[in-house]
């Protein structure tokens, strides 16, 4: 079976991409999975993978693309798929199920303005700005005394995983999933994989018995 024709079928576009990681640990994003393809049961246990080419900017992304990153990723879905039962075989021509993914990554700031509290609801008396009119919590004079709002900027990545299960002989998607996830930018190389990649498949049936 040619594998680019997988990759032609595979290749619904993400709405958001997912956050890279350059190591494992405890840390896990603000996430959702949606199923949107489901099943009741797949056709056998066995399953390889095959090649999904990435079509958006965000996926091109060099944090997404790091060989390293995507070999743990894959390790990740691997033990995540084999705690369902599945076993991975290295030619999709002896395997029941084809597997492919789509990942990408995005930098995100959001910008709020916020009114500068200490704790029990004080406001200290250098965090008022007074004018003629009153007294403002959320401004202060800025270069040649112009009012400027006190902001408070947080970078966060953003991305999303794409899995979808293909029955190899017809080419036809037997279950999808898109995870979509964030957290703050300086977390991001702490990202739990394992815990990403149980959360996508958390929902795929259990492999048969055979």
Not at 41 to 55: C, D, E, I, K, Q
Not at 138 to 158: M, Q, R, W, Y
Not at 171 to 185: C, D, F, P, Q
């Amino acid at each position: 079976m040619r594998t680019h024709a997988f990759a032609l079928v595979c290749c619904t576009l993400l709405a958001t991409l997912m956050p890279a990681a350059h190591a494992q640990s405890r840390k896990q994003p603000v996430a959702q999975v949606e199923v949107t393809r489901g099943a009741t049961s797949l056709p056998g246990p066995t399953y390889a993978w095959v090649p999904m080419p990435a079509r958006l900017q965000a996926e091109l992304d060099q944090r997404a693309q790091d060989p390293a990153f995507r070999t743990r990723l894959q390790a990740s879905l691997d033990k995540a798929l084999q705690a369902k039962g599945y076993r991975r075989v290295d030619d999709v021509r002896n395997a029941d199920l084809a597997i492919a993914y789509r990942v990408g990554v995005q930098n995100v700031e959001e910008t709020s303005v916020t009114e500068r509290m200490q704790q029990g609801g004080v406001v200290p008396e250098s965090a008022v700005e007074c004018g003629p009119y009153g007294c403002s919590q959320i401004l202060s004079k800025g270069a040649e005394g112009i009012p400027t709002f006190k902001v408070h900027t947080v970078e966060t990545v953003e991305g999303g995983l794409q899995v979808e299960v293909i029955q190899p002989s017809d080419i036809r998607v037997l279950w999808r999933a898109l995870y979509r996830g964030s957290m703050k930018a300086k977390d991001a190389g702490r990202l739990d994989l394992d815990a990403v990649a149980k959360q996508t498949l958390a929902s795929l049936p259990r492999a048969p018995a055979r």
